[in-house]
């Protein structure tokens, strides 16, 4: 199971961070405030049925994903978007402002071996943000881009003096972004994955068949032999 990659997007975040300088209106605060500490809110650029204020996108499910009216003021972000070829569910910004703390939580089934992946865009960050999941610390960068298993247990902190906006996109997982997860410059994979999961894992990674997805599967192999040598010492 992939923990969090970083993907070869690239992307203007001195741009969006202009974009974001004339916007006045239509941050919503997170509603749910027993997952965090502080101020926490969001700017929804496309949710179920075109909604600013539908923020939190796993909660329903009888609309279409849709542009909201802010998407227009964002012609930077519409232009990544337009790099993503993979159906695109919902996009959003997430400011966790200066001192605030998003506790440990699970997004359930938001993962890519269930079919949805969630991508993490800092646009504003600080060095005193920490975005820890699964107990792992991720350098997150203005300008990266990131695949986070959003299933797993993760939180957030900003201990900084200046807001940390992230650009969120979830979409669904298809052979173009198989392909995309190939091509990470760094991944890490839940450790204690069983070994139907680390089979399934190395399956996608051969039929992908390139340098990066290759020595991946080949170091999965090992773990899985290593795993399997285990089982049969024990029995």
């Known amino acids: 199971m992939i923990r969090y990659a970083k993907l ?4 203007n975040s001195e741009a969006v961070q202009k974009e974001l300088q004339s916007i006045r209106e239509g941050w919503q605060k997170h509603f749910n405030t027993f997952y965090y500490e502080g101020t926490w809110t969001v700017l929804a650029l496309r949710s179920p049925g075109g909604d600013t204020r539908n923020i939190i996108p796993d909660q329903i499910t009888d609309a279409d994903y849709i ?3 802010m ?5 930077t972000v519409k232009t990544l978007l337009s790099q993503i070829r993979s159906p695109i569910m919902a996009v959003r910004f997430l400011n966790l402002q200066a001192g605030a703390e998003i506790k440990p939580h699970r997004d359930r089934e938001l ?3 269930m079919g949805e992946a969630r991508l993490h865009f800092p646009i504003i960050t600080n060095p005193l943000v920490s975005f820890t999941i699964d107990n792992k610390l991720i350098p997150l960068q203005a300008g990266d881009c990131w695949y986070i298993n959003a299933n797993l247990m993760h939180n957030v902190a900003n201990r900084g003096t200046t807001d940390r906006i992230h ?6 997982v298809n052979d173009w972004l198989k392909h995309t997860m190939s091509l ?12 139907a999961d680390l089979s399934n894992i190395i ?4 039929g992908l068949n390139t340098y990066t997805s290759n020595k991946l599967a080949d170091e999965l192999a090992q773990k899985l032999k290593d795993l399997m040598s285990i089982g049969t010492s024990n029995n």
């Open 184 to 195: 990470a410059t760094e991944i890490s994979c839940k450790e204690d994955a069983n070994n």
């Open 71 to 75: 998407m227009p003021c964002f012609p």
């Open 167 to 172: 650009l969120v996109v979830d979409c669904k």
């Open 203 to 206: 399956r996608e990674l051969r």
């Open 8 to 11: 070869p997007f690239l992307f």
């Open 67 to 69: 542009d909201t009216p």
């Open 111 to 113: 993962a890519f071996e």
